[in-house]
């Protein structure tokens, strides 16, 4: 959830933001989680039928197992459910937007002339260096060779080093 994150940021720096998932599933967010305040189980998105109140879905997310949602916890604590609602009216469509956020499963087969890889794989420590298991590694590959052109390629140098270490 780390795209709605980003998608909230630059709506609020002033861009024009597409994003590689439809207002429905950002709806979706807040509808389960208004849900959830109201005690009731959510089924929508799938991954708060893991929880049965909004505590358990906050504590998940502030796991190491659960970040993925903790972007979703902090922009409904901070703003609200009806600030998902208003940011998933703000996507602006592909063709006309300053740029396109996705995450790496949604990239996949595509291609831009710029693409900023976001550090947020799931690190392990292997005899005192940060490596990634091979399933983070093959998402690693999908999101760095989403530029035709490697100089137009932005990512941390540890994302690079692994990147380069693994070919």
Request: glycine share 6%.
């Amino acid at each position: 959830m780390t795209a709605i994150w980003q998608l909230a940021a630059g709506v609020e720096a002033g861009h024009k933001p597409a994003i590689r998932m439809s207002p429905t599933e950002i709806v979706a967010f807040a509808d389960g989680t208004d849900q959830l305040l109201a005690g009731k189980r959510a089924f929508r998105p799938a991954a708060f039928s893991l929880f049965e109140t909004s505590k358990d879905a906050q504590s998940f997310a502030r796991s190491a197992v659960g970040r993925d949602l903790l972007p979703i916890v902090r922009i409904v604590d901070g703003c609200g459910t009806a600030y998902l609602r208003a940011l998933a009216q703000r996507v602006t469509p592909e063709s006309g937007a300053d740029y396109v956020i996705s995450t790496v499963l949604r990239a996949k087969g595509l291609e831009w002339k710029r693409v900023k890889v976001a550090n947020d794989f799931r690190f392990r420590t292997v005899d005192g260096r940060l490596t990634l298991d091979e399933d983070e590694m093959r998402l690693l590959y999908v999101a760095v060779t989403r530029t035709a052109c490697a100089g137009h390629l932005r990512a941390t140098r540890e994302l690079l080093r692994l990147f380069n270490s693994r070919r």
